[in-house]
């Protein structure tokens, strides 16, 4: 697989695209010996020896991370506003990771963090449809049939109709009544307004599961690699997910 200089100097740890156009055009990037400044270059891992100011870059290992995404923090590296973000978790890691989907700032609960983009444009796209689970604190109970009505008929958001996979109580907490509800689309704040929707306000929202990957006893602020069988199941599902897609898309059905 080629890659774009630029590119893959910051896969390597070496900065934003910006920067690395920067260093690229300074004559600072060596390739097989030597100097390369065409932007458009495109770099083959296997073969080519990529030097910037003599240090070697090369592409880190791929790796994968759970993490618990804590409340009162952005899913994102920088806010132009100064409010809390998720970077200081991130610049723990050994190696630059990025986040798969958001949480708003007031949700919590679980992110996948890892340097596979192929993995993660899978898991992202919506025709894989993958499940998000949430446990969500509201108040007042929310009617029954109106949950029902939601399950039938779905809610009007962003141009479409969506409904959730699951909407169910499934405990109470100190006057809380907690749903757990499944969604497949991962429009912002789809939960919430699904919750507003049937009159109820969202005291708590937490993502405990994405796809076949689960939140467990993963406590605020903690990040933990994957081990050996959650990667292997991950996997699994999108092979699933992905076969699944073909077939409908051979038989001419819709996807």
């Not at 920067?22 to 390739?31: A, E, F, H, S, T």
């Not at 952005?74 to 949480?103: N, Q």
Request: hydrophobic content about 35%.
């Amino acid at each position: 697989m080629l890659i774009r200089l630029s590119k893959y100097l910051s896969l390597c740890g070496f900065g934003s695209r910006r920067k690395n156009r920067d260093l690229i055009l300074q004559g600072k990037v060596m390739i097989n010996g030597k100097v390369v400044k065409d932007l458009s270059y495109r770099v083959d891992p296997e073969k080519d020896k990529v030097l910037v100011n003599g240090r070697e870059a090369k592409l880190p290992p791929k790796v994968y991370y759970l993490f618990y995404k804590p409340r009162g923090y952005l899913t994102s590296l920088y806010d132009p506003h100064h409010r809390k973000t998720i970077k200081p978790f991130l610049d723990k890691l050994p190696y630059p990771v990025f986040y798969v989907g958001r949480l708003d700032k007031d949700s919590e609960g679980l992110l996948l963090l890892t340097n596979d983009g192929d993995l993660a444009q899978l898991l992202l796209h919506p025709r894989y449809e993958v499940p998000r689970t949430y446990h969500v604190w509201v108040k007042p109970k929310l009617s029954e049939k109106a949950i029902k009505d939601l399950l039938q008929k779905g809610i009007y958001l962003e141009g479409k109709w969506i409904k959730p996979l699951e909407f169910k109580l499934i405990k109470t907490s100190r006057g809380a009544y907690i749903y757990q509800v499944v969604v497949k689309e991962g429009i912002k704040r789809e939960v919430r307004k699904m919750v507003s929707f049937l009159g109820g306000e969202v005291l708590r929202l937490v993502r405990v599961a994405f796809g076949p990957l689960r939140l467990k006893d993963l406590k605020p602020g903690q990040i933990r690699p994957l081990t050996e069988k959650e990667l292997e199941e991950l996997k699994n599902f999108l092979q699933l997910k992905n076969s699944k897609t073909l077939a409908k898309t051979s038989s001419g059905e819709s996807t």
